[in-house]
C-alpha cells in the first residue's frame, strides 16, 4: 500500500511496461488508489521472480479494475491501439510512460541496432505515448497528466549507459517541452527519474544492485520499485496540479 492520499476512482490510467520492476507497483499503486488500470506490455508474465500473477490480475485480485493489451511502445500505432481500448473504460485520463529497456554495452560497442532498439522503447515510444494520450485527451475535452520514467542518467553519465542515458535525457526535454505546448490544455506533463532501483530490467540487475551501500556514499542501498510508486501517484494527482514539466528524483541521493 501506498501512502500518499490520492484517490483516483472513476479514472482510467494507461500504463506502459506494468507487468514488471516499477511499472507494476506504480500500477497496482493506481489500483489500490481506485483507478481502472491498463497495463500495456509486450508480456504479460511479470518478469520479476518474487511474483507470479500478471498485473491485471493482482490488482483484480486486491478488488480493483484492471486490464492487459499486449503493446510493443516502440510502434505508435499499437499505442494509438491500447489508448483507443481506454475508451472502452472512459478514456484515458493519466498515461504512464514507463516501459524501457537497456543494454550494458560500453560506449565504443554501441551497434545501430542497439542504439535503434533501446531509442525505439524508451524514447520513441514515450514520445509517441504521450503525444498520442494528449491528442485522445484533447478530443475528449480531458484535463489529463501525463508522467514519464526518466532516470538519474538523463543528466550524470555512467560507463556501459551512452544509448540509454541519451534516451533519458531525451524524455527529460521531451516532458518539458511536451508542457510548455500541452499546458493551454490543461495537461500536466511531469517525469520521475530514479535512481538504483532492483528488478530485472536486465538478467541480474536486482542482484547486482543489492550490492549498493557496501561503501561510503549515496545512495546508501538501491531502491525497490515500492520506494517510486508515491511520487507517481503525487504526479498524477490534483495535489500537483500546480506541477508541470518537472522531473521527480527518487533516487535515495544518486543524484548528489
Ligand atoms: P523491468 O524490466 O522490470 O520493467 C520494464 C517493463 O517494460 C517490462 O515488463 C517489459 O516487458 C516492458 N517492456 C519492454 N519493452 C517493451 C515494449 N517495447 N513495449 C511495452 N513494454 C515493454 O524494468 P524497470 O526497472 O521496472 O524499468 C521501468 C522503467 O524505469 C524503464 O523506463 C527504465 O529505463 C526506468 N529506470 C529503471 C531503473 C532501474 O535501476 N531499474 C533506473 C532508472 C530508470
Redesign the pocket.
Known amino acids: 500500500m501506498g501512502t500518499i492520499d490520492a484517490d483516483f476512482a472513476g479514472e482510467t490510467v494507461v500504463v ?8 507494476r507497483a506504480v500500477a497496482t499503486g493506481f489500483g489500490d488508489a481506485g483507478a481502472t488500470v491498463i497495463n ?4 504479460a508474465e ?3 521472480p518474487d511474483v507470479d500473477a500478471p498485473t491485471h490480475e493482482a490488482i483484480e485480485e486486491r478488488g480493483g479494475t484492471a486490464a492487459f493489451v499486449e ?4 510502434e505508435p500505432t499499437e499505442i494509438a491501439s491500447v489508448i483507443e481500448a481506454a475508451r472502452e473504460f472512459g478514456g484515458v485520463d493519466v498515461m504512464v510512460n ?5 543494454r550494458d554495452l560500453a560506449f565504443l560497442e554501441v551497434a545501430p541496432e542497439d542504439f535503434d532498439a533501446v531509442h ?3 524514447l520513441r ?1 514515450t514520445f509517441f505515448g504521450t503525444q498520442l494520450a494528449a491528442r485522445d485527451m484533447i478530443e475528449r475535452g480531458v484535463e489529463g497528466a501525463i508522467v514519464n ?5 538523463a543528466e550524470r553519465a555512467e560507463p556501459n549507459h551512452s544509448h ?1 542515458a541519451a534516451t ?1 535525457g531525451g524524455v527529460q526535454m521531451l516532458t518539458r517541452s511536451a508542457a510548455l505546448e500541452l499546458d493551454r490544455h490543461g495537461i500536466r506533463v511531469n517525469a520521475v ?5 532492483a ?3 536486465r538478467e541480474g ?1 536486482s542482484a547486482e ?1 543489492s550490492e549498493i551501500g557496501a561503501s561510503d556514499g549515496l545512495p546508501s542501498r538501491a531502491g525497490t ?1 515500492a520506494d517510486l510508486r508515491d511520487a507517481y501517484l503525487f504526479l498524477a494527482s490534483e495535489g500537483a496540479d500546480y506541477v508541470t514539466g518537472e522531473t521527480v528524483w527518487v533516487d535515495g541521493g544518486a543524484s548528489l
Open positions: 506502459t511496461g506494468g507487468s514488471s520492476g516499477i511499472g500495456a506490455d509486450v508480456r511479470p518478469k520479476d503493446t510493443d511502445v516502440s514507463n516501459a524501457g529497456i537497456h525505439g522503447v524508451n515510444g520514467t526518466s532516470s538519474t542518467t540509454y533519458k527519474a530514479p535512481g538504483p532501483i528488478t530485472e530490467i540487475w544492485a520499485p
